[in-house]
């Protein structure tokens, strides 16, 4: 009965490479997220989808694409993976977009190692 | 700018009391986060102000001063278990969230 989940938990590869990363949350919620955690622990939110549309993309670059088949599901493709890449990716989601309950409810993240 | 600061290391006694500060700045504010990340896994939602005042829950209390843009996390009867890395995070206008680097909190036996 997990409530957000990500797939894999780590990812080893080449610079070059493309690689996806898939998220789904079984908790109802509209809205997800993608954060990025690099090794001085900052979280910087990527993208944010409320149900299968975009509302937030923070300036990262186009070889990071979000996708959305269904508000239950949120994937993070990566193009031409770079060094600087590496990182823990979470995703997260919550209820909607606005308000109180907007508490948001992490996975347990995806550590990438690009060498 | 929008702006969280937070200490980065903190160091306390098993039993004791610790308090972790964080001031910020945003654009509109909807509300001040505090969340827990042990090493190596995923942050946790520990509790949620909007009202300036203390919110207490078990061994753990909030404190937000929106005039002063000023919160704390009080942590009492500290425990091993509670070594981890406390993020602060305010909410600005648009309902985003804007996450402070954490404050690493070791406990000493």
């Known amino acids: 009965d997990t409530a957000v989940s990500q797939t894999p938990k780590y990812l080893v590869t080449q610079m070059g490479n493309d690689k996806s990363i898939k998220c789904e949350q079984n908790?109802?919620?509209?809205?997800m997220y993608w954060y990025k955690q690099d090794s001085k622990k900052f979280l910087k939110i990527m993208f944010s989808?409320?149900?299968?549309?975009?509302?937030i993309n923070e300036t990262v670059p186009n070889r990071f694409s979000p996708k959305s088949p269904d508000k239950a599901h949120l994937n993070l493709h990566i193009n031409s993976l770079e060094l600087g890449d590496s990182a823990v990716y979470f995703c997260?989601?919550?209820?909607?977009?606005?308000?109180?309950?907007?508490?948001?409810?992490f996975g347990p993240g995806t550590r990438l190692l690009v060498l | 700018g929008q702006n969280i600061d937070q200490p980065t290391e903190m160091t306390a006694t098993e039993g004791a009391i610790v308090q972790i500060n964080c001031t910020y700045q945003?654009?509109?504010?909807?509300?001040l986060f505090w969340y827990q990340q042990h090493a190596g896994e995923a942050p946790t939602f520990l509790s949620y102000?909007?009202l300036d005042g203390l919110e207490e829950k078990g061994r753990f209390s909030s404190f937000l001063s929106r005039s002063k843009g000023y919160s704390y996390l009080l942590l009492k009867e500290l425990q091993m278990k509670d070594s981890a890395s406390y993020l602060c995070?305010?909410?600005?206008?648009?309902?985003?969230?804007?996450w402070g680097a954490g404050t690493k909190l070791i406990i000493k036996p």
């Open positions: 945003t654009s509109g504010f909807n509300g």
């Open positions: 908790l109802g919620h509209d809205t």
């Open positions: 997260a989601s919550s209820p909607g977009t606005s308000g109180p309950q907007e508490t948001q409810y």
């Open positions: 989808y409320n149900n299968k549309e975009l509302i």
């Open positions: 995070a305010a909410m600005d206008s648009n309902y985003q969230l804007i």
């Open positions: 102000n909007v």
